[in-house]
Nanobody, 125 residues
Framework: QRQLVESGGGLVEPGGSLTLSCATS????????IGWFRQAPGKAREGVSC????????HYVDSVKGRFTISRDDAKNTVYLQMNNLQPEDTGVYYC??????????????????WGQGTQVAVSS
């Protein structure tokens, strides 16, 4: 059974940092792309970043480039999203998701099959 569990959300002031974790089970990270998505109040869910299978290619949406870093720890079956210089527009529920990905191309931010329950990130002074 494939499971993803997010943690690490919270309230932070503008300019602050958070690291989100996505603990996976039933998933071999070398065969899956793992993506991070967020949904702000009243807005559609958007893709933020992904890391792709054994080649570990990464992809970021323009609004987080240079501020967010995605990584993974295979020994822990966990994917991380390090978020620096957080801004109010980064507020939302952050989800991680997985899809089978066995090609050496950059992972997409669409068509994910398995989802976690989300963790809340609030950026406010």
């Amino acid at each position: 059974q494939r499971q993803l569990v997010e943690s690490g959300g919270g309230l932070v002031e503008p300019g602050g940092s958070l690291t989100l974790s996505c603990a996976t089970s039933g998933i071999t990270l070398d065969n899956y792309a793992i993506g991070w998505f967020r949904q702000a109040p009243g807005k559609a869910r958007e893709g933020v970043s992904c890391i792709g299978s054994r080649w570990r290619n990464t992809h970021y949406v323009d609004s987080v480039k240079g501020r967010f870093t995605i990584s993974r720890d295979d020994a822990k079956n966990t994917v991380y999203l390090q978020m620096n210089n957080l801004q109010p527009e980064d507020t939302g529920v952050y989800y991680c998701a997985a899809q089978i990905w066995t090609v050496e191309v950059v992972c997409p931010l669409i068509r994910y099959d398995y989802w976690g329950q989300g963790t809340q990130v609030a950026v406010s002074s």
